[in-house]
Structure formats: structure tokens, C-alpha cells
């Protein structure tokens, strides 16, 4: 508890210099009940969007590649053709409508502009969870179980992943329960890595896919479950040195999913799952459907639907590998030619195709959110 107050303490005082430092022009911050906003506009100023236009509540912001689309009054928005889960709702205020600057900074900024993350390493291993195990079945379908579709669907990425030129490494490769403190000593032990837990639903009524990242110190969690432990806690953990990593892994998987089968989009969340608090890689935890639902039961009990999921988060590491590091890693995006072809349409609806952006970065939002 010590350490945390200390770090916010040095955060504030370093927020103070880069507000000082930042060019006016970047960013017009607007505070509402005590929290900072910017405009859709300034947005849309700031990274050089040629079209903008609102209707009353309805926002679009386009460009030859990427779109911002949101629905003001609500928490959520659109980039391309990803749904997107905000950290705090979008509000309209005195005839301009606003986003929070933390989503800006945690959630636009390295989903535009992944190859601007600071912390991005090369990948070269990908750890892969398979959630549950042993005794734990997790929850259950009419046709079978979480811990064994999960692990389908690992093997499946494991195939693909491999034929792509990356090490893999399971936290399990069988029917055996592994804890979840295990499963995160077990990840940390290696650099240049991503961390992918796998899992599926079962709710009273719902359906699709979902993708979560942790959430940024100080917001709550925006899970679908509303029952999360962590829902309302906002401390710093160890994974949110890798926040905008994160987030930038959460798009290119999400997005991989949604263009390889047909499923409803629920989003990408933050939330604060253990193996997401103390993962010091890139992490993101998926929740790739609902085994009780009728009709999503059934597909995600046909072996060839887990395939492509399978092949869906090979092809999101070999797209977040290319967006975050945009130039050096030719090799690896060369090797995994014989992925199915979708990463040129998930590279551009995570920006990577973008730069040419001006250099400044929006650095007083960043620190302001941390």
C-alpha cells in the first residue's frame, strides 16, 4: 500500500510538468463532476481525422482507414468496426460532446497508434491459458465443457502460432488443474512474451464474444459480470505497466475473432481478473462464447468452429506483433504466410497502417489517466 501511494505521488507531480509542457493547441480539456474530458472534436483535430461530423448525440470520425463512431449518453464507441467499452460514459456538455481523457489515453491513443507504445517488445513466445482443468470443468454445455473446449482452442492457436515462427508455451497441455497463482508465476517467466487466457460463458440469457484487458489504475472494471470481486477496486497492479500493450492485444484479438466467425460483439472491457492484475506481459483474457446458449452451444461445440478460433488468435499475435513494432519485424510477418488471409484488415482497424500521424503524442492525457 506504501509503494502504490508512492507511485500515485510521483505520477501527480509528473502529470503536473507534461500539463505545463504540453502545447496548448494538442488538448482542451474540459472538467465535468471533477473529471477530465476533451472533445470529439479535439479528437478528431488531434490525430488528423478529414471528416468529422455529429447529429445531435451521433459522433463519426473517419479517414481512408480508421472510423470513431459513438453514441454520446452512452459507454461505449466504435473503432472501424470494433465495440469498444469506455472507462467512464460519454457526456455532452455545454453543445460539445466529450469523451473521458483516460479513454482517450488508454484506450484510442494505442489502438490508433499501436507502434507508438513505448513498452512494446518483439514477440517471441506466446504463453497460452486454457482456463479451468481438472477438477474445475468450469462451466458447461449440453455437449461438453469450458476446460475442454478451452484447451481445443489452445491447441488449435498452438498449430498456427508454431507454423507462424513463435515459441508457444501452455500453462496447461492436458486435463489438470493449475491454480491461478500458478498460471501467473508460470507466464512471468518469460520476456518478449503475450499472455492469452482462454475461456467460455454461461449466463441466464446472452451470447458472443468479449475480450477484456485489465483496467487502468484509478477506473473501476466495466465487466458484463457485475458480481466481479474487483468490479470497484482501482489500485496500480503489476500488469497495468503494460496498459496500452494490453488494450492493443484486446483489439487485435477481438478483431481477429469477429472477422473469422459469426458471433455478437460484446465488446472490449477492462476488468481486474487476477491473471490479468499480476501479468507482467501483454495480457488479455477472452470469453469466446456462451456454452449454454442454444445455438452458440451448438457452434462452439463443433470442432471446426474451435479451429478458427484457434486460427483466429494466431492471426491476432501475428497482427499485434506488426502494429506494435511496425518496422523490424518483417520476418516473422513473412513466416506466417500461410495463416488464412485476414491481418491486413485487422492491421488497419488497429491503425498500424498510420505512420505518417504527426510525432507528438497526447502525453499530458496519458499521464493524467495513469
Known amino acids: 500500500m506504501q509503494l502504490a501511494k508512492q507511485i500515485l505521488a510521483f505520477a501527480f507531480f509528473f ?138 482452442v489452445a491447441l488449435a492457436a498452438r498449430e498456427q502460432l508454431r507454423r507462424a515462427g513463435l515459441k508457444v508455451e501452455m500453462t496447461r497441455s492436458s486435463d489438470q488443474n493449475v491454480s491461478l497463482g500458478q498460471r501467473v508465476e508460470f507466464a512471468n517467466q518469460f520476456s518478449d512474451a503475450v499472455f492469452i487466457s482462454l475461456h467460455f460463458n454461461s449466463a441466464p440469457a446472452g451470447s458472443g464474444v468479449e475480450t477484456y484487458a485489465l ?64 501479468i507482467k506481459l501483454p495480457a488479455v483474457l477472452v470469453e469466446a462464447g456462451f456454452l449454454n446458449d442454444p445455438n452458440e452451444g451448438a457452434r462452439i461445440a463443433s470442432p471446426y468452429y474451435r479451429q478458427q478460433l484457434g486460427q483466429a488468435i494466431a492471426e491476432a499475435v501475428v497482427t499485434y506483433q506488426r502494429a506494435t513494432n511496425f518496422q523490424g519485424n518483417e520476418t516473422i510477418v513473412a513466416r506466417a504466410g500461410n495463416l488464412p488471409a485476414h491481418t491486413h484488415s485487422i492491421l488497419e482497424s488497429l491503425g498500424a497502417s498510420l505512420p505518417e500521424k504527426p510525432p507528438q503524442t497526447p502525453s499530458a492525457l496519458i499521464e493524467t489517466s495513469n
Request: no cysteine.
Open 15 to 152: 502529470v503536473v510538468s507534461q500539463l505545463r509542457a504540453a502545447t496548448p493547441n494538442d488538448w482542451k480539456v474540459v472538467q465535468v463532476d471533477g473529471r477530465d474530458y476533451v472533445s470529439f472534436a479535439n479528437v478528431s483535430q488531434f490525430y488528423q481525422f478529414p471528416r468529422f461530423t455529429q447529429v445531435n448525440r451521433s459522433v463519426s470520425l473517419a479517414s481512408d482507414r480508421s472510423t470513431i463512431r459513438a453514441q454520446v449518453g452512452t459507454s461505449e464507441f466504435f473503432l472501424n468496426t470494433v465495440r469498444f467499452f469506455s472507462d467512464y460514459p460519454l457526456l455532452v456538455h455545454h453543445d460539445e460532446n466529450l469523451i473521458s481523457a483516460i479513454d482517450v489515453a488508454k484506450i484510442i491513443e494505442p489502438v490508433l497508434r499501436p507502434n507508438r507504445i513505448s513498452r512494446a517488445k518483439p514477440v517471441t513466445t506466446v504463453v497460452l491459458d486454457p482456463g479451468h482443468g481438472g477438477e474445475d470443468s468450469g462451466t458447461a454445455g449440453p455437449s461438453g465443457t469450458e476446460k475442454e473446449y478451452a484447451l481445443d
Open 215 to 278: 483496467a487502468p489504475a484509478g477506473v473501476p472494471s466495466n465487466t458484463a459480470t457485475e458480481d466481479h470481486p474487483a468490479t470497484t477496486d482501482t489500485q496500480i497492479y503489476p500488469g497495468n505497466e503494460q496498459d496500452a500493450a494490453n488494450i492493443a492485444l484486446a483489439a487485435a484479438v477481438h478483431g481477429a475473432i469477429l472477422s473469422r466467425v459469426s458471433v455478437f460483439d460484446r465488446g472490449v472491457r477492462h476488468a481486474r481478473f487476477l491473471v490479468l492484475r499480476e
